[in-house]
C-alpha cells in the first residue's frame, strides 16, 4: 500500500509538474498585482477599407490573414447589434467590427507581464480549438492532482514518521489558520 | 543530518502546512471551470438604518461609499462601477466580500441608508481563499491569510523540486519515472508555448 501510494503521489507529479507549476508561478504574479500590472502594454487601433458585398465570414478571415491574428475566438454583439469579434491568448487581444458597409475597426490589446501571466492563470473551459481542449484537460487533471498530493501525503508522512509530534503541529497550523480565516470572514463580513 | 534529511523534512511539513490550501485550492479550481450548481446559494435581507458620519469628507462619489462603509462597519470592497447618484438624488453603491454582496442607498437628505445583504454562501466563503490579492477594507486580519498564501505557493514550488530530487536520490529503476516525466513536460510545454502563440 505504502508504496503503491508513493508511486501515485510520484507520477502525480510527473504528469502535471509543468503546469502545476505554472499555476503556483503564475498565481504568485497575480497576487502581487501591485507590482505586475495587468494593463495594456500597447494598444493599436487601425480601420480597414474592404470589399461592400462580402461576407461577414470572408471579410474577418481576410483581415485575420492580412494582420496575421491568431486566438480563440468569441463573438459578442455591441449596442448597435452589430457582431464584434474577439481574438484572445494570453496577453493579447484582437477586437474586429464591422462600422460600415466598407470598413472593419481592428483593435489590438497587447498585455503586460502580469497581463499574460494572468490570462494563463484564468484560461479554462472545454470549447474552442484541440489545444483548448488539451488545456481544459490539464487544467481538470491539476486539480485532481493537487487532491491526490494533499492525502497521500499525509498517509505517506503518517506511515514513514515514528515520531508524530513535528507533523501534528504543522498540520494543526494549517488546520488553525484556515478555520480561522473562515470564521474571521462570517465574523466581519 | 544530511542535506537528503533536511530536504524530505521541508518536503513533508511544508506539504503539511500547505494541506487545507491545498483542498481549497483544488476545489476552487474545479468550481471555477464547471461551475458547480451545490456551491452557489443566494439569500436577500433588508435593512434600514440612520446614519451620521462622524468625519468630514471630500465630496464625490467615491468618498461617499468609502464614508459610508465605514460608517456601516462592512468589510469588503465597493465597486465603483456600481457607484452613483441618480436623477432623484438618491446615491447608490454596491460592497462585496466572499460572504456577503451588499447594495446600498443612501438618501441623503433623510441621512437612511437602506441595505440589501445578499449571502452567498460557505462555498463562497471557501473559494474566495484560492487567492487574496490585497488588503480587505474593515478585515486587517485577512492579512494572515494573504501571507499564508505567499507561504503555500513557495512550499508547492519546493516540493515539486524537491519531490523529483528526492526521487533522483532513490536508487529504484528510473526508466518509467523519466519517460513520463519527460514527455509530459514536452507536451506541457509545447502546450504552453503554442496557447502563447496561436491561442
Known amino acids: 500500500m505504502y508504496t503503491t501510494l508513493r508511486k501515485i503521489h510520484l ?31 500597447h494598444t493599436t487601433v487601425q480601420t480597414l477599407a474592404i470589399e461592400r458585398n462580402e461576407s461577414e465570414q470572408k471579410v474577418i478571415q481576410a483581415v485575420r490573414s492580412k494582420l496575421d491574428i491568431e486566438g480563440r475566438l468569441r463573438i459578442t454583439k455591441s449596442s448597435d447589434g452589430n457582431s464584434v469579434y474577439h481574438f484572445r491568448r494570453p496577453g493579447y487581444h484582437a477586437e474586429l467590427a464591422r ?16 497581463s499574460v501571466m494572468n490570462d494563463f492563470h484564468r484560461l479554462r473551459g472545454y470549447e474552442g480549438t484541440w489545444t483548448h481542449m488539451v488545456w481544459a484537460c490539464m487544467y481538470d487533471l491539476s486539480c485532481v492532482a493537487l487532491l491526490i498530493f494533499a492525502f497521500t501525503g499525509v498517509y505517506l508522512w503518517w506511515k514513514l514518521e515514528r515520531n508524530k509530534k513535528t507533523g501534528v503541529i504543522f498540520l494543526l497550523a494549517s488546520t488553525v489558520t484556515t478555520v480561522f480565516t473562515v470564521l474571521y470572514i462570517y465574523q466581519v463580513c | 543530518m544530511g542535506v537528503r534529511s533536511w530536504i524530505l523534512k521541508i518536503h513533508l511539513y511544508g506539504g503539511l502546512l500547505c494541506f487545507w490550501y491545498l483542498l481549497i485550492f483544488a476545489f476552487s479550481s474545479l468550481h471555477y471551470h464547471h461551475d458547480f450548481d451545490f456551491m452557489k446559494e443566494s439569500e436577500i435581507s433588508n435593512e434600514s438604518r440612520p446614519i451620521t458620519f462622524h468625519q468630514k469628507f471630500e ?24 457607484t452613483y447618484t441618480d436623477s432623484s438624488g438618491i446615491f447608490h453603491t454596491e460592497i462585496q466580500n466572499p460572504k456577503t454582496t451588499y447594495r446600498i442607498t443612501y438618501d441623503r437628505i433623510s441621512s437612511s441608508a437602506s441595505i440589501e445583504s445578499e449571502y452567498k454562501g460557505f462555498w463562497s466563503v471557501v473559494n474566495a481563499l484560492h487567492g487574496f490579492a490585497g488588503k ?64
Open chain 2, 59 to 82: 465630496e464625490g462619489d467615491s468618498a461617499l461609499a468609502i464614508n459610508l462603509q465605514n460608517e456601516l462597519n462592512l468589510a469588503g470592497w465597493y465597486l465603483f462601477w456600481e
Open chain 1, 99 to 114: 462600422t460600415k458597409e466598407d470598413s472593419v475597426q481592428v483593435t489590438i490589446r497587447e498585455g503586460t507581464f502580469g
Open chain 2, 136 to 199: 480587505m477594507p474593515n478585515a486587517p486580519f485577512m492579512i494572515f491569510w494573504h501571507l499564508f498564501t505567499y507561504v503555500c505557493m513557495l512550499i508547492v514550488i519546493f516540493s515539486i523540486a524537491s519531490g523529483i530530487w528526492l526521487w533522483l536520490k532513490n536508487r529504484e529503476d528510473k526508466v518509467v519515472g523519466w519517460a513520463i516525466l519527460i514527455g509530459m513536460m514536452t507536451v506541457s510545454f509545447l502546450l504552453l508555448l503554442t496557447t502563447y502563440l496561436k491561442g
Open chain 1, 11 to 41: 507520477y502525480c507529479c510527473f504528469i502535471v509538474a509543468t503546469f502545476l507549476l505554472m499555476y503556483f508561478v503564475t498565481g504568485g504574479v497575480m497576487v502581487m498585482e501591485s507590482v505586475f500590472h495587468r494593463k495594456s502594454k
